[in-house]
């Protein structure tokens, strides 16, 4: 089993940037494909991106929904089992709770949340227009 921690989240003028993390700990955090998604008031949740570890423990790939490309960026940090992810030129529609989760050997392109197996407890970010 896997425990996921995300921090980050906070109150950001429109056009501003929030990094958020995602702290995995209990068990090999490359063995874990690491998706973010979001849930706003009286929505579903919504799937924001993915990373999946390389084979050689450097690097990886990522996945994005269309509405997070060119702004949005994930990136991981081996020593500290964190995934990140940097979000730029934010709107207030980007305002929502924003959620980890881990799929044991997970591959690309997972963008359900019922694919995962594992969530944290999830950030606020609120952008103000």
């Known amino acids: 089993q896997v425990q996921l921690v995300e921090s980050g989240g906070g109150l950001v003028q429109a056009g501003g940037s929030l990094r958020l993390s995602c702290v995995a700990s209990g068990r090999p955090f490359e063995n874990y494909a690491i998706g973010w998604f979001r849930q706003a008031p009286g929505k579903e949740r919504e799937f924001v991106g993915e990373?999946?570890?390389?084979?050689?423990?450097?690097?990886?790939?990522?996945y994005y929904a269309s509405g997070a490309k060119g702004r949005f960026t994930l990136s991981r940090d081996n020593a500290k089992s964190t995934v990140y992810l940097l979000m730029n030129s934010l709107q207030p529609e980007d305002t929502a709770v924003y959620y980890c989760a881990a799929k044991f050997q997970g591959v690309l392109k997972l963008a359900l949340p019922q694919e995962y197996d594992y969530w944290g407890q999830g950030t606020q970010v609120t952008v103000s227009s």
């Open positions: 990373f999946v570890a390389a084979v050689s423990w450097t690097g990886g790939s990522t």
